[in-house]
């Protein structure tokens, strides 16, 4: 049976390397991909929307539909994976054995990690703000916060961790971050724009292609504050397996 | 002159790094080999950037001095993460009770200190 | 093939040899920690290979996501089911 499936997945293989060479060459100006809307991005979206980054001007611009049901999944990945772990009746014990309580925490582990901990989250928000002109956004921004909490937790303790940032906060954090993008979204239409058409917002004062600027800041925090919750529950929830009393 | 101190600094940073993996390889048991791991890595990365970030002054601007600026504090974050990192993964390896290397092979008799030391730790 | 466009076709070579090799140990490798740490040297190349093919973005994201948290979520989850893995 497994020679069956290695034959298959060889030829599979290889018929995906052939495929592979009629693809355009790498970096080809001509290729489909690269004639049609390519070159209004990159001759328009400087001047449309004030964003240098053109990666970031088509994610939360162009394509602010796509980012905003990716951010949906995000969170409902996390609430899937809290439904899944959270107080269901385990019938085996749980496999890992649990440590022994340590007689005066690791003290090297916790102080680097206060000193990392800060200086991580302020890089966070500067992806975040920065996302505009260098490569960075509300994702990677959000990831950095998550990993910033999953280090607090892993060199303390979950529990310490968890009175900080409660399970309840990160529930309402992640949804807050689909409500603030589906809001910046829904205010545009009651402006009287299209769903996620920036433009309106150019009544608080701004023109119309600052507009668009801030409204991309305010999606990226959105998408920022979503991930770094939904990363932190995840963890919380893998690591002590559904029970939260102890991470890895 | 200064591309000379970049090449003495990377040549240098490379060198540990061969040091580094020749100790991850050769030496016999999980202690040592990150006591290899985690000193060569931190020196080795340390010397590689500092390489960089020099390099980067060739030509003197303001954007040339921050990317440098950026690099220093990677060097910074390296040395404190790098040893931590290599504390906790020694630690982990001591709770998990890794049998370390001795020279004459004596299975009967354990290591004088590790029952103390387990005992001072878990009394 | 062509390489003219890369930047360095060695340095291409190199790590698509060792994103392979990172592959089949994943798959080859029975302890499921040792698996979920090669997966992230996996990420870790592969974010090595966007950089190198200037999508800078994307090997950010795959920095953060791949090589950061993902590889600790694993973890966090194969210390919770059986070690070994069957085949």
Known sequence: ??????????????????????????????????????????????????????????????????????????????????TLLRRTQRKAPKAVRPRPARQGADVILQSASRLLVPVMQIFALYVLALGHHSPGGGFQAGVILGASFILLALSYDLKTMLARLSENTLLRLSALGVIIYAGIGALCLLLGDNFLAYAALKVFGFSEVMAHSHGILGVELGVAVTVMAIMFSLYVDLASGGDLDEGL | MLNIVVMGLMLLGLFFFFGTSVGIVRFPDFYSRLHAAGKGDTLSSILLLAGLALYNLHHLSVDAILVSVKILFIIVFIFIASPTATHAIMDAGYEARVKHWVKRKTPKEPWPGEERRRQERHP | MNWDASLLWQFDVLIITMVILCAVAALTVRDLVSCAIIGGAYSFLMCLLWTEMLAVDVAFTEAAVGAGVSTVLLLGTALHIKRKSKD
């Open chain 1, 1 to 82: 049976m497994k020679k069956i499936a290695l034959l298959i997945t060889l030829a599979v293989g290889a018929l995906l390397i052939l495929a592979a060479e009629d693809f355009p060459r790498w970096g080809d100006a001509h290729a489909p991909a690269n004639d049609y809307l390519s070159p209004y991005y990159i001759e328009k979206s400087l001047e449309e929307t004030a964003v240098p980054n053109i990666v970031t001007a088509v994610l939360a611009d162009y394509r602010g539909y796509d980012t905003m049901f990716e951010t949906t999944v995000i969170f409902c990945a996390g609430i899937t994976v809290l």
